[in-house]
């Protein structure tokens, strides 16, 4: 396991040994059945969840190729590129994935708005609980 | 739509005209083929994605009473309760459902460690583009 303190030696050192994956090299993704992987989309500055979205293995290559978020379309049947339309962009700060391999986390500086409706995020005002009367810490602290 | 200046009113006022669902009411929640819905799990504090899983209409329904995270797992076929074994339980600060339905976010206080390897979320660590260098500013700011 690499903690947060190796990440430079990793750097250096990426090979197959370490859970640094080359560009190019996806083995340690793991593709459903239908090829899709889901990708946890946060916010760079804010720490925001924005959205959750698909990634096939071209659009995760797209996404290490363009620097920006691509994504596969389940209703569409089709690539994306978030932002592509809206002008709404996603520059990838970090992509990782998690101890499973079967779930991405993109860490994006988001330009305008993640959701379609014009929320800054997809999760925005819409609660299963009664919300929490207060902000998370990591939320206060940004506007502290 | 509901934004976070109007979470007081939304609280008073919840009902089926708004984005609040009530506790029992899942209609807002759309369940895929095999009747789950996936959930990231968001720390309170830190902001940190430590986590995706699954939940089933039943493990929502027990989140939501419990007040700590339920899962479904799709290996073992069978409910979870997340720390219930460990020890290492998520207290769940909000609940919150996503634009389209078919997504939630548990902001959580996570005792312990998330990730079943120790590491404290699934994430850590696990690089598919070259680490940024640098942390993002919402973790930072943790440590500032």
């Known amino acids: 396991m690499v903690d947060d303190h190796e990440r430079d030696m990793v750097e250096e050192q990426a090979d197959n040994s370490h859970d640094t994956a080359a560009a190019s090299d996806f083995s340690s993704v793991k593709f459903d059945s239908r090829g899709l992987v889901p990708c946890v989309v946060q916010e760079w500055t804010t ?7 698909y990634m ?13 978020t691509w994504f596969f379309s389940r209703s569409r ?8 339309t809206s002008g709404h962009f996603q520059k990838v700060r970090e992509l990782r994935f998690d101890c499973d391999g079967d779930t991405l986390l993109a860490i994006v500086e988001q330009t305008g ?6 929320d800054f995020t ?23």
């Open 113 to 118: 708005a993640a959701c379609h409706t014009g």
């Open 122 to 144: 997809c999760f925005d005002g819409r609660w299963l609980s009664s919300p929490a009367g207060e902000q998370p810490p990591f939320l206060a602290r940004r506007e502290g």
């Open 77 to 84: 049947d089709e690539l994306w590129n978030k932002g592509g």
């Open 47 to 53: 720490g925001e969840v924005l959205m959750l979205a």
């Open 56 to 68: 096939n293995e071209e659009s995760l290559r797209k996404t290490l190729e363009t620097g920006t």
